[in-house]
Every structure is written in structure tokens, then in C-alpha cells.
């Protein structure tokens, strides 16, 4: 008797799917599970058993590798095939088996009988206090799910509203914003114009860091590391030792001013103090 051909197994649209996009037919039941989904059928005519994991044959068919339990609509439960420890099994499983269980996860055997009495215990309709149990949690997952899904579109739509907001203020809108902010008490508008000549300012310090950055990048400055009274420059792929006395004198005016600068700290057209003894110089192009 081929199990498939059963009158209460059928084949879900998502295997459907895959056999067409496979070209191939599905023609058994792996041999390891079939026993267990046949017998169980047999049994129970009501139950319908949906093939919902395929895989390939040795040749060009395919076979049945998983199936959902179902009775009126509600799902009993699962068999599978499964790899456990180095070899295959027959799972078993459903929500009421993964609580008895001290690992979460369904009942693994390589006996046929075994998985067959497995189901029959544990396969039934939900309990009035497990459908309660269950409603609770499908509501809860429900609601936590579409109110994080409504708070993503709400901040993608207040985004796109900001974005237009902020282009406008920015741009045409600029005046308007500058006479209303005439409109404020007086502690605002301080608050607000030292944020813009704060602005401007780190505006200004972010082009210098980028520019000594970018041209750092491509080897277009000159490293310079103190070592006692000696500096070893690297400009690109050479390196030179100088003294003081030997240090070329436009190297030696912008290490002069980084000198008196705090470590970290850029100064536009000069270079960078990354720390006492190592600093970056723009240097120009020869």
C-alpha cells in the first residue's frame, strides 16, 4: 500500500510548490517514517495527514519527510524525519510533548511502534485549559507583534514627514524659522543661536578632520613620529630620519603648531596631534 495514496493524506502548498519547481514527482514516503503516518491513518480516518517536508530520492523522485497532523482544522501534531546525535529518527512532536520534555523539542525514536503508541497518547484536540493556555499566547504574540509592526510604520512616516520638515526649514524655509525664532522668550533664542554658531563651527572641524582623513588614507601626509631629538617621517611608502636641524621647514611650522594643540585635536591646512609624540602634516604636492 502506497501512503500516499491513503484518502486522508494530501499534500500542503508549500510542498506543491516545491515538487513543481522541482520537475520531479513525488512517488513514497521516506521508508523510516512511512511505517508510523500509515499505520496511524489506518486508525484514524479522521485525521488528516499533510505531507509538509519533502527531499530527494537516490534517483529523480522525491519523497515525504514531514508531515502536519491535523483533525477539524486543528493541528494534532508532527512527524519527521530527523538527524539526532549520527543518525536519523522519527520525531514526534507537538506543543503538550515539548512541555514533558526537559529539552524542548519532540520525541525522538528510532522504533516505529514506539513513535506510533507516542502519537496516539499525545495526538488529541486541545483541552479546554490548554486552549485557554494557547488563546492567551497567540493574543499576546499577536498584539506584541503589530504594535511593534505599527510603531515601525508610525517612525517610518514621522521620518519621511521630519525629513520633508527639515529640507524645507533648511532650505526656502530658512527665514521663516529665523523670524520665528525672534518670537521666543530671550533665554531661547540664545540657546538656539549658540546652537547654530556651534553648528557652523563643527561643520567647519568635521571638513578638516575629513579632508586630513582622506588625503591620510592615501598616503598624501606625512607621518611624523618624535623619537628623542630625531622625527621619522613616512610620506606615502618613504621614510626618511630628520634631526632638528634636518626636518624641512614647512614640516617644521606645522609640528610647531601642532605642538600647542591638545592630542586628538585638527587644525585646518596643518594636520592632527594624534598623541606627544606622533602627528599627521599636510604636506604639499610635489
Same mark, same amino acid.
Given at each position: 500500500?502506497?501512503?500516499?495514496?491513503?484518502?486522508?493524506?494530501?499534500?500542503?502548498?508549500?510542498?506543491?510548490?516545491?515538487?513543481?519547481?522541482?520537475?520531479?514527482?513525488? /512517488?513514497?514516503?521516506?521508508?523510516?517514517?512511512?511505517?508510523?503516518?500509515?499505520?496511524?491513518?489506518? %486508525?484514524?480516518?479522521?485525521?488528516?495527514?499533510?505531507?509538509?517536508?519533502?527531499? $530527494?530520492?537516490?534517483?529523480?523522485?522525491? &519523497?515525504?519527510?514531514?508531515?502536519?497532523?491535523?483533525?477539524?482544522?486543528?493541528?494534532?501534531?508532527?512527524?519527521?524525519?530527523? $538527524?539526532?546525535?549520527?543518525? $536519523?529518527?522519527?520525531?514526534?512532536?507537538?506543543?503538550?510533548?515539548?512541555?514533558?520534555?526537559?529539552?524542548?523539542?519532540?520525541?525522538?525514536?528510532?522504533?516505529?511502534?514506539?513513535?506510533? %503508541?507516542?502519537?496516539?497518547?499525545?495526538?488529541? &484536540?486541545?483541552?479546554?485549559?490548554?486552549?485557554?493556555?494557547?488563546?492567551?499566547?497567540?493574543?499576546?504574540? *499577536?498584539?506584541?507583534?503589530?504594535?511593534?509592526? /505599527?510603531?515601525?510604520?508610525?517612525? @517610518?512616516? @514621522?521620518?519621511?514627514?521630519?525629513?520633508?520638515? $527639515?529640507?524645507?526649514?533648511?532650505?526656502?524655509?530658512?527665514?521663516?524659522?529665523?523670524?520665528?525664532? &525672534?518670537?521666543?522668550? @530671550?533665554? +531661547?533664542?540664545?540657546?538656539?543661536?549658540?546652537?547654530?554658531?556651534?553648528?557652523?563651527?563643527?561643520?567647519? +572641524?568635521?571638513?578638516?578632520?575629513?579632508?586630513?582623513?582622506?588625503?591620510?588614507?592615501?598616503?598624501?601626509?606625512?607621518?611624523?613620529?618624535?623619537?628623542?631629538?630625531?622625527?621619522? *617621517?613616512?610620506?606615502?611608502? /618613504?621614510?626618511?630620519?630628520?634631526?632638528?636641524?634636518?626636518?624641512?621647514?614647512?614640516?617644521?611650522? &606645522?609640528?610647531?603648531? %601642532?605642538? %600647542?594643540?591638545?592630542?586628538?585635536?585638527?587644525?585646518?591646512?596643518?594636520?592632527?596631534?594624534?598623541?606627544?609624540?606622533?602627528?599627521?602634516?599636510?604636506?604639499?604636492?610635489?
Amino acid at each position: 500500500m502506497n501512503t500516499l495514496e491513503l484518502n486522508n493524506v494530501e499534500i500542503s502548498t508549500k510542498a506543491a510548490k516545491s515538487i513543481k519547481d522541482s520537475t520531479r514527482e513525488l /512517488k513514497s514516503v521516506d521508508t523510516l517514517i512511512d511505517p508510523v503516518v500509515q499505520r496511524l491513518a489506518v %486508525l484514524n480516518p479522521l485525521w488528516r495527514f499533510v505531507v509538509d517536508e519533502i527531499s $530527494y530520492l537516490s534517483g529523480d523522485n522525491l &519523497k515525504a519527510t514531514g508531515f502536519v497532523v491535523m483533525e477539524a482544522g486543528e493541528v494534532l501534531g508532527t512527524i519527521s524525519k530527523e $538527524y539526532h546525535g549520527r543518525n $536519523y529518527v522519527i520525531q514526534i512532536s507537538n506543543e503538550r510533548i515539548s512541555k514533558d520534555r526537559t529539552r524542548r523539542g519532540g520525541y525522538r525514536t528510532a522504533d516505529a511502534d514506539k513513535a506510533i %503508541l507516542k502519537a496516539k497518547k499525545m495526538f488529541f &484536540k486541545l483541552k479546554p485549559n490548554e486552549r485557554i493556555e494557547k488563546a492567551v499566547k497567540d493574543a499576546s504574540s *499577536v498584539m506584541s507583534q503589530q504594535s511593534r509592526r /505599527k510603531s515601525r510604520e508610525k517612525s @517610518e512616516h @514621522e521620518n519621511n514627514v521630519q525629513t520633508a520638515a $527639515y529640507k524645507f526649514i533648511m532650505g526656502t524655509g530658512f527665514p521663516v524659522f529665523l523670524e520665528h525664532i &525672534k518670537t521666543l522668550a @530671550e533665554s +531661547e533664542q540664545i540657546k538656539i543661536n549658540k546652537a547654530r554658531t556651534e553648528n557652523d563651527r563643527i561643520g567647519v +572641524e568635521m571638513l578638516t578632520i575629513e579632508k586630513i582623513r582622506s588625503q591620510f588614507d592615501n598616503g598624501k601626509t606625512a607621518l611624523v613620529i618624535k623619537d628623542g631629538g630625531k622625527y621619522l *617621517v613616512k610620506i606615502g611608502d /618613504k621614510i626618511d630620519l630628520f634631526d632638528d636641524n634636518t626636518l624641512p621647514d614647512d614640516m617644521r611650522g &606645522k609640528l610647531g603648531m %601642532l605642538k %600647542l594643540v591638545e592630542a586628538e585635536q585638527f587644525i585646518s591646512d596643518t594636520g592632527c596631534r594624534i598623541n606627544d609624540e606622533v602627528f599627521v602634516l599636510i604636506v604639499e604636492e610635489t
